[in-house]
Nanobody, 121 residues
Framework: QLQASGGGLVQAGGSLRLSCAAS????????MGWFRQAPGKEPEFVAA????????SYADSVKGRFTISRDNAKTTLYLQMNSLKPEDAAVYYC????????????????RGQGTQVTVSS
């Protein structure tokens, strides 16, 4: 089970940190990631991280601004979002899959409930 939190309203240029709490029994066996969906748009991959954090991938649109990380001891996934832009506004979802490559192609085994991020200009 995945539960995202940390969304909210922020001004452009501001920062937010999203968290995703996961079931302890499965967290360490799964690659994790984030994707987002804005109203009227298709889901968009944001970032992915392998089980041991050895492999990380970002969408070009967030490179240099967002940082994905995980704490396996706390079974929690994070997304630090800096220099936010109005186009980053969306519902953000965390995702999990045993295969890292399934997350960037938006085909994860599991997806949690989303958290809304709103960026004012």
């Amino acid at each position: 089970q995945l539960q995202a939190s940390g969304g909210g309203l922020v001004q452009a240029g501001g920062s937010l940190r999203l968290s995703c709490a996961a079931s302890a029994s499965t967290f360490t066996y799964y690659a994790m990631g984030w994707f987002r969906q804005a109203p009227g748009k298709e889901p968009e991959f944001v970032a992915a991280i392998s089980r041991n954090s050895g492999t990380i991938s970002y969408a070009d649109s967030v490179k240099g601004r967002f940082t994905i990380s995980r704490d396996n001891a706390k079974t929690t996934l994070y997304l630090q979002m800096n220099s936010l832009k109005p186009e980053d506004a969306a519902v953000y979802y965390c995702a999990a899959d045993r295969i890292f490559e399934n997350i960037p192609i938006l085909a994860p085994d599991y997806r949690g409930q989303g958290t809304q991020v709103t960026v004012s200009s």
